[in-house]
């Protein structure tokens, strides 16, 4: 149990389109998600916190009206990348609590890529 | 804000060596996890040590949390070419649940 699932697993896009990551909590109520992006050989850096029906908390220095995060509901966060350029492709990966155990499930994560 | 520190940052191994990466906090730390992403992967949960002085296995792999609650580490014993990847330990934000801070990671190729 306690499975994650993000959609799309990879995507590229033109400089200043926008896209949409979404994370799924497939078997339990995610009552927090998390999203953060791992830049290529180094560590995973929390961007924001999401909490069903609240607004999410974004960390410092992650621009907030450019990572929009929306938790509409216990099984889904989305994470909407807003005129993204060259410098926001990443790996973005969400994690969900509220399952089983007492930690975080991580999704299998999204490649971003922004030509 | 919480913090850990992990090292080393890369290492290299022929296979059959062993390997053992370390994270330390300032701080006491509640518990303290484990992860392994392999090259184009995600993060897989390995393990969560949450009592002092705990020591856990699974198979060739051996956690230890230290009696302070401030350190642990991951050994591989006997390393193989399936070991490749990098090994994050991850610590939760004071009071902040299921928010994890992450080390910088190690790592670990094998020389077949």
């Known amino acids: 149990g306690a499975v994650v699932s993000q959609h799309p697993s990879w995507v590229i896009c033109k400089s200043g389109t926008s896209v949409k990551i979404e994370c799924r909590s497939l078997?339990?109520?995610?009552?927090?998600m998390f999203w953060y992006r791992q830049f290529p050989k180094q560590s995973l850096m929390l961007m924001a916190t999401?909490?069903?029906?609240?607004?999410?908390?974004?960390e410092q220095g992650v621009e907030k009206d450019k990572f929009l995060i929306n938790h509409a509901s216990l099984t889904l966060s989305t994470l909407t990348v807003t005129s993204a350029h060259p410098e926001d492709s990443s790996f973005y990966i969400c994690?969900?609590?509220?399952?089983?155990?007492?930690?975080?499930?991580f999704g299998p994560g999204t490649r971003l890529t922004v030509t | 804000g919480q913090q850990v520190m992990q090292i080393p940052q890369y290492q290299h191994v022929q296979e059959g060596e062993d390997f053992t990466t370390y994270c330390n906090s300032s701080?006491?730390?509640?518990?303290i996890q484990w992860y392994k992403q392999r090259p184009g992967g995600h993060p897989v949960f390995l393990i969560q040590?949450?009592?002092?002085?705990e020591v856990k296995k699974q198979k060739r792999l051996t956690f230890q949390f230290g009696e302070a609650k401030k350190n642990s580490s991951l050994h591989i014993t006997a390393t193989q070419t399936t070991d490749v990847g990098t090994y994050f330990c991850?610590?939760?934000?004071?009071?902040?649940?299921?928010?994890?801070?992450f080390g910088q990671g190690t790592e670990l190729s094998v020389k077949p």
């Open positions: 994690s969900a609590s509220g399952g089983p155990a007492v930690r975080g499930y």
């Open positions: 078997d339990f109520q995610a009552t927090t």
């Open positions: 999401s909490n069903e029906g609240s607004k999410a908390t974004y």
């Open positions: 701080t006491t730390l509640s518990n």
């Open positions: 040590l949450v009592k002092s002085g």
């Open positions: 991850a610590v939760p934000e004071y009071n902040q649940g299921g928010k994890l801070i």
